[in-house]
């Protein structure tokens, strides 16, 4: 089986029931492009037995929606258990024709007809699940596959597919415990005409490997596939190893890989070459591998562990580092490493007054309560809410450090605790975490205010890349005057 994890301010009551709004469910963006997503993108927490349920959503950006296809997969870890149109594009009737399978083998498929129609932005369906008994922990993906948006007779072109993801258990699956092939994007936000690679790699534990076969699925809209360059994993292409590949630039590659005197085998095999096409919406976008199939001898390795990776593409250039704090539009997560000469909200906010820093707040964990400071501690993160369209800077010439100066700490109390970062230099959630090693078991962020969503989430105990944007606190970095949140079992003290 195949297990595919992929300064003084006046707060109003307006401003504090906004940011419980977005912090608990997310802010909604406005669609830079037609788009279907699953929506939550993660359901997290799951037990064998649990039901759960997500939205298939749509956004056709302003273009009339006469009809829809698409298919969503899933792991057979999951039963589909109902499936129910929300009614986005009329009852259905004569004018409004849908077809469903909801058959239980991995994939649903659904279509929907609209003889009068219009533009169309909302929740389409929302499918049902439960998980199954016996169900691994691990972390799951929910794949939107060949997806089609019509307008009249012609598909509406630039679609952007956002997949799900569900998690059972902590979400970790440790590469290196089960065989697994994964392939992971060179990090960054590229931009069009921007060139990047990605990387796909085998473990096979103590099996030998005497073949390998894939696709890798991507979207051919935004991305082309320049080339891919065998790494000579398993020797060099000759009459032992012998290689087949399409590179046919349509949106789905593959590649099968035999070698005639097998071993054990752990390393990267492919690096596949992409470049950004030009007029690629801003979004992120899959890197899917499917169908894959490792052989030893003639049979197939039972358990094997598939990784997929994400890629952000982004038409704003990237600008030099300013000196101080970004506030982005929006809400931002903030935080102070050393305790500040004057470290009074009015004195590090002067800039700026209540009609564009118009709120902040400090999510205590200990209390659960949100609290309106009137001093930035050290340790502690802070929401800070930017009422402008643009961005603006804290002045580092208000965050000058105390000295001398007790070092900081900070008491957390079982559950998330909003945290800043322990130091003035970058450093791994490892290394800055260590404190309170043994009680921490997640640690998530930074906030992204352009999208709403965290960065990274980062597990203790795990080492590299696990799927997406979930990776170990070896490579979860953490940095100055950027906050998180910290899941901890019990009260303990960062330090």
């Known amino acids: ?15 504090l029931l906004i940011f419980c709004a977005c912090f608990i469910v997310g802010i909604g963006l406005a669609a830079a492009a037609p788009s279907v997503s ?16 997500v939205d298939v959503n749509v956004d056709s950006d302003g273009s009339t929606l006469s009809a829809l296809e698409l298919s969503l997969e899933y792991d057979n870890a999951f039963s589909v258990t109902g499936a ?29 007809a609209d003889a009068t129609p219009a533009a169309q932005a909302g929740s389409l369906l929302t499918v049902d699940f439960e998980v199954k008994v016996g169900a691994a922990d691990g972390l799951y993906p929910l794949d939107l596959m060949d997806v089609m948006l019509v307008n009249g007779g012609d598909a509406i072109p630039g679609v952007v597919i956002n997949d799900g993801e569900a998690e059972i258990g902590d979400g970790v699956v440790v590469p290196g415990e089960d065989p697994f092939v994964q392939i992971v994007a060179d990090p ?35 991305l082309s596939v ?42 990267d095999f492919l690096t596949i070459h992409f470049e950004v096409k030009a007029g ?42 300013v000196e101080g704090i970004e506030l982005m539009p929006g809400w931002s997560l903030i935080s102070i490493p050393e305790t500040l000469e004057n470290a009074s909200i009015d004195n590090v906010l002067q800039d700026f007054n209540s009609s564009v820093i118009d709120s902040i707040f400090y999510d205590n964990a200990c209390t659960g309560a949100m609290e309106v400071p009137t001093d930035f501690e050290p340790l502690k993160a802070y929401w800070i809410h930017n009422n402008l369209t643009e961005s603006v800077v804290i002045n580092d010439d208000y965050l000058i450090p105390q000295v001398p100066s007790t070092p900081a700490s900070l008491t957390l109390c079982e559950g998330w605790n909003a945290i800043g970062h322990t130091a003035d230099v970058e450093l791994s959630a490892e290394i800055s975490l260590t404190s309170i090693d043994d009680c921490y078991s ?23 890349v696990i799927n997406g944007n979930h990776v170990g606190t070896d490579v979860f970095n953490m940095n100055m005057y950027e906050g998180f949140y910290v899941f901890v079992d019990e009260e303990c003290v960062l330090a």
Not at 204 to 211: C, H, K, L, N, R
Request: cysteine-free; overall charge negative; hydrophobic content about 40%.
């Open 226 to 267: 320049t080339g891919a360059t065998y790494n000579g994993l398993m020797g060099p292409e000759s009459t032992d190893v012998f290689i087949v590949q399409d590179l046919t630039d349509d949106g789905e590659i593959s590649f099968a890989l035999a070698d005639a005197t097998p071993f054990p085998q752990a390393g």
């Open 280 to 321: 690629a919406a801003d979004g992120f976008y899959d890197l899917d591998l499917k169908d894959v199939t490792v052989v030893d001898g003639a049979a197939p390795l039972p358990d094997l562990d598939v990784f997929d990776d994400t890629v952000e593409l982004s038409s704003v250039p990237t600008v030099p580092p």
């Open 1 to 15: 089986m195949t297990n595919k994890k992929t300064k003084g301010l006046v707060v109003s009551t307006t401003s």
């Open 38 to 53: 699953i929506d939550p993108a993660l359901v997290d927490g799951l037990a064998p037995g649990d039901p759960f349920s």
């Open 442 to 464: 997640k640690v998530k962020g930074p906030w992204m205010p352009t999208t709403n969503e965290y960065a990274f989430v980062g597990y203790n105990g795990v080492e590299g």
């Open 84 to 112: 129910t149109y929300s009614g986005l594009m009329g009852p259905q009737n004569s004018d409004v024709f849908i077809v469903q399978d909801l058959t239980d083998d991995g994939e649903i498929s659904f279509a929907i």
């Open 188 to 222: 960054g936000v590229f931009g069009e005409g921007d060139v990047f690679d990605a990387v796909v790699s085998l473990d096979s534990v103590d099996d030998t490997v005497s073949a390998v076969e894939f696709d890798m699925m991507y979207h051919s809209g935004a």
